[in-house]
């Protein structure tokens, strides 16, 4: 895969998906397949108001490690591009939070591995969340049904990730 | 050394332990480990969750017996939740 | 679901998948997850060089139709908002062809939704394509595949579309 | 009646057959097929295809039986290709 292409940014910054999108893949006619999944903070979780949501980086290693995930994504499931947009910092409700996008020839191979890189990112992402609202504050950790998802997704994939 | 508390390990460490000289007789992150047991206890059994995992110098470590020295940077990173 | 929304757009006009998307569920703070997939005009496929895709629309009855699957996958996945704008006329390499957007509250509908509604696109919306190029002109039909892959989908989501 | 035939049967048909008067004797879906058999054999083998639909008055018909009138807009749909 020669054009095989994986761009990661982490931002502090508020980003427009559909503005990221635009630009992504621009011009290209050898790729039949767009797929991608933008993760918004809602202004409920679990039946707990959400006032704001924090993420917290580990800042270089945090980029490094989801380009890793990226890569072997890509890879994998052979993509064109492949893309990730992170959010982190302070975040508002309606505010976009996470963006995968993946081009590739065919469908299957856009969806599969944006709904992989997604299930990676939940688990073995070095961002950590915090929800505060009204009824105080708490750090997000991935449920056991993440872990379940992304180790059925590894096994799937029959590659370590 | 450099150490370094993400989410809510940050939370318990404050900046205290942020810069600290390498104990005597740390060589090890077990040693490490158990430098922090003796003289943070609370945040040593936070640490001690079965997913917690460590980075040296940016890169993820499991074996205890991974040596350590003054000018590594040792991070403590709780359950990752990216996405 | 109060908010259940379902747009269907058939369009002659190009079309900006990013524009379409700037539009979708904007303003929603109760929504947690967009997924969506854009089909492009490729300009190979199999092996075959492609000066334009013609496609042809039963007017009226085309956009029915797929606002009676869409509105299908909607009620059986659960999402807010679900979207999609289809292409008709000429279409030359890189141009899209057909978008479709889901909103829902969790990743895992999103993602279903849109899967679930291109595999019906594939088979049952009343659209016939037609390819030129070097190698002259000729209908395509879904393959067998398609096929396979929609009455797989049927059976999983358990209910006749 | 109007009868439209749509991707590569409308190429088959032409424009010749769009709008006919309801042929003698035709009353149903079959009695039309029939009938379509005896005066464009070349286009009925065409439309026999096992994933060839039908539409009356815009509504996907399955029933043979199913009937037809002189106002009615018959459809002929090869198999789909969207998306």
Known sequence: MPNNIVKVRITEQAFDPALELSAFGAGRQDTGALANFVGYCRDMTAGRRVGELTIEQYPGFTEREITRLANQVSRELGTLDLMVVHRVGAIRPGEAIVLVAALAAHRNAAFEAVRLLMDYLKTDAPLWKKESGPDGVRWIEPSAHDHARRDQAKEKSGEKV | ?83
Chains 1, 3 share one sequence.
């Open chain 2, 1 to 83: 050394m450099k150490l370094v508390f993400l989410g809510r390990f940050r939370e318990l460490a404050g900046a205290r332990l942020s810069d600290v000289p390498l104990p005597a007789g740390v060589r090890t992150l077990q040693g490490l480990q158990d430098w922090l047991a003796r003289t943070e206890p609370d945040l040593a059994v936070a640490l001690t969750g079965a997913r917690t995992q460590v980075a040296i110098n940016q890169t993820l470590v499991r074996d205890p017996a991974y040596p350590i020295g003054d000018r590594d940077e040792i991070a403590f990173l709780p359950p990752m939740s990216g996405g």
